[in-house]
């Protein structure tokens, strides 16, 4: 199998990015109660101000990613932001760079539409995406959006300028 790994813009309706995503919710079924998962569905990543991507390894979707943009709101000060959404890789093809590729991706994105920050909401139980966003230069913050600060939650930002 080729090894190399492409980061492209993809259809959240592909049917192999739909059994990511159909993998994602179970991984966090099995972390949180349903109340807890704050997950976008495939009809809602196919709205326009949604980017998604998909990370290719060969013909077959190894990672999925998607940044939401977002209207100011209160408690991000009244400026617009890229919310990063359903961030998911293959857990056999995890520790090779797939989940950083697909952000920068994603931020470049919104960079492009002159969105300078971008926040994100992940669950404390997911100690590898906590530490993929940290190497990655985001650092927390407080909720925003609509999230509940439920104790399960942590929320991360970045500035993109």
């Known amino acids: 199998m080729n ?3 492409e ?8 049917p192999q990015v739909i059994a990511l995503l159909d ?7 099995e972390l949180y109660e349903p109340e807890a998962n704050h997950i976008l569905s495939v009809q809602e990543l196919l709205a326009p101000e949604v980017t998604f991507v998909a990370a290719w390894r060969g013909e077959r979707i190894v990672g999925t ?10 408690d991000t000060e009244g400026r617009a932001y890229g919310e990063v ?3 998911y890789v293959d857990p056999a093809l995890r520790g090779q760079r797939i989940g950083e590729r697909m952000l920068e991706r994603l931020e470049g994105s919104l960079r492009e539409r002159g969105v300078d920050r971008a926040l994100l909401e992940t669950g404390q139980a ?8 940290e190497r990655c230069g985001y ?3 407080a909720a925003f959006g609509g999230y509940p600060d439920n104790g399960l939650s942590v929320f991360m930002q970045k500035a993109l300028a």
């Open 3 to 5: 090894a190399v790994v």
């Open 7 to 14: 980061i492209r813009p993809e259809r959240a309706d592909h």
């Open 23 to 29: 993998a994602l919710d179970r991984y966090l079924g």
């Open 65 to 74: 990613g998607a940044v939401r943009r977002m209207p100011g709101r209160p």
């Open 85 to 87: 959404k359903r961030m």
């Open 126 to 133: 997911q100690h590898a995406a906590v530490r993929l966003y």
């Open 139 to 141: 650092v927390r913050r």
